[in-house]
């Protein structure tokens, strides 16, 4: 039985990650993991006209080149999944619309690529597709544009806000063996705190990353020490403080595993970007760039990898509405 | 072996649609299909205050009918598949909040009935969960103000316009024995014909359907008349034409099985409805509320059902893009 607990599902055979890429924007090259990318931008449109252009032109990259590194040509992809934080997702939609490969579009915010890569592991696990790629981007320039204010606004931005990332992550999971595998999957709720303040996102999010770790230890029967790493998507720095101290008051003590990808992927004494960085693309470079790599390797055995994403729309922000939260979790493991 | 061609599955298991229910506005209810659905609204708020809010009532209100039809507990649901047309999928967001069930969103346009109907029952065959629910929905003054103008402007419609429908269908997938249910899928790919007109969905999501209907007949090995009815989402009148053709020049003849949710919700003549209706509701409540009872009974014996998505936003719209297309296709047969 592959389900496990109330939200859980353990696979009895374990898909891979065949191979990974990641392509991100010049502030994010200029950061502590700048040299482990794939790709780096000279600026930050890649060439095109307008921002979510660019943004589509980072998935159709990174995309491509995790298909190329994992050895198989584009038609031996089964299905696509893929997702951006853009209104209507266009960014994913003509990003990957070129490489003619069936497409099951997500949204979840930033937790899209938590989400995409269980979706991909479960269909891989099931025998539906024997390579199945999971996509997510984000830009920090349409991001803007999306949900704040153009950057010809040059509006100020509080300490407690987030840097959206501008980067592509991509993965090939399969049944071919590799170093690092998908050996489960603790789906989110969405859950609200009644947190108001679009400029806080990690207060937001900090709820909904605690109850899908709080399930997946559960779940799973574990304690924080099981993993050598949780590391959660973009909460950033006041988010991280949030949901460590829910989960003590749940009974676990997370503060010695805990990472975030948003406060590993920027430099914030220098480069001016708050709380951290923030976006689908933040987590999603962050795995493949830093964390999958020591998997492979067997520097880390087991993580527990947690990207998270706000709920909101400026329509739904204008009109009132809290900003809910949705954390998908992901056990990936050395093997 | 589940996998089926190059774009298809077919479950060995087919997963059993346990019950389903429909949510619709008031033009809805005046319509051919108004004694069908299982709920009407009085008016298009359904008690609230915005029409975003308004949706979410009626993905809430369908959630929970169809659960409730199925006689399980909220707490047997395992996931939901759900999205909306709105930016960041808000409608889906604050309507199923509450149910407090493992959310996975989804983003696929109109399509998104089939792209959840697909994801549900892939999720069920596997034993991934033994109740897994598939919820989409549109509001026509919440997808008028996304996506063209606010009610109060009254701008004037072309012919080739669609009416987005007020709706929300949801449906219980499971193994439970019941008289209908999903024996193979077909996900489609984004197609794109350079259409760029936004008041002409119909032309920009034909070819999608095309490319999935075409796909499904080879990959099953089928002829059109191995299907009683091959329904479409919403191309409307306009779209239909052109399927029909596309499909002529492809070697098959679809015209004898052909029928389109867009078409047959509304009485064109005395709505005003132009081509037709639209959005994810359209294809989700006709499907609940007129071919799956047809289905149950085994007056119909097997269907292809294809729900039709456009993919576009305001700013892909406003930047000059095309309006790519997306269609999924759903096998659904007498049990």
Redesign the interface.
């Known amino acids: ?3 496990k607990g109330t ?1 859980s ?1 353990q696979f009895e055979e374990a898909p891979y990650i065949i191979s990974s890429a990641s392509v991100v924007g010049k502030k994010e090259g200029e950061g502590p993991l700048g040299g482990l990318f794939d790709m780096v931008g000279k600026d930050d449109l890649f060439g095109e006209d ?1 921002w ?2 660019a943004e589509s032109t980072l998935q159709k990259e990174a995309a491509t080149l995790a298909v190329g590194k994992a050895g198989i040509a584009k038609e031996e992809i ?2 696509i999944f893929g ?1 951006d ?6 960014a994913t ?2 990003g ?2 070129e490489l ?10 930033c937790s899209t690529a938590g ?1 995409s890569l ?2 991909a592991a ?2 891989v ?6 390579q199945v790629l999971a996509v997510t981007s984000s830009h920090f320039a349409s991001a803007e ?2 949900f704040r204010f153009p950057l010809e606004y040059a509006n100020q931005r509080p300490l407690s806000a987030t840097w959206t990332v501008t980067g592509s992550g991509a993965f090939v999971l399969g049944k071919k063996r590799s170093k690092a595998r998908i050996t489960g999957v603790t ?4 859950v ?1 705190f009644g947190i108001k303040d679009s400029m806080n996102m990690g207060a937001a999010m900090a709820p909904a990353a605690c109850a899908t770790i709080y399930q997946n230890l559960i779940d799973f029967d574990r304690s924080p020490d099981d993993y050598d790493k949780i590391i959660t998507g973009d909460l950033g720095y006041v988010g991280q403080e949030i949901l460590i101290k829910l989960l003590r008051e749940k009974g676990f003590d997370i503060s010695k595993q805990h990472m975030d990808c948003g406060i590993e992927i920027y430099d914030s004494k220098t480069q001016d970007t708050h709380s951290g960085g923030s976006g689908c693309g933040c987590s999603a470079v962050t795995l493949s760039a830093s964390f999958l790599p020591q998997l492979e390797k067997g520097t880390l055995h087991r993580i527990l990898f947690v990207p998270t994403g706000a ?6 922000f204008h ?1 009132g ?1 809290s900003v ?1 939260g ?1 954390a998908h979790g992901v056990v990936i493991e050395h093997a």
């Open positions: 039985m592959s389900q939200q599902i307008t979510e252009e089964r299905y997702g934080l853009l209104g209507q997702s266009i939609t003509f990957l619309m003619n490969i069936p497409l099951f579009g997500l949204y979840g915010a989400e269980s979706l479960m269909t696990a099931a025998g539906f597709g024997d544009k999306q789906t989110g709720k969405v609200d709920l909101l729309s400026t329509v739904s009109e509405q809910p949705i």
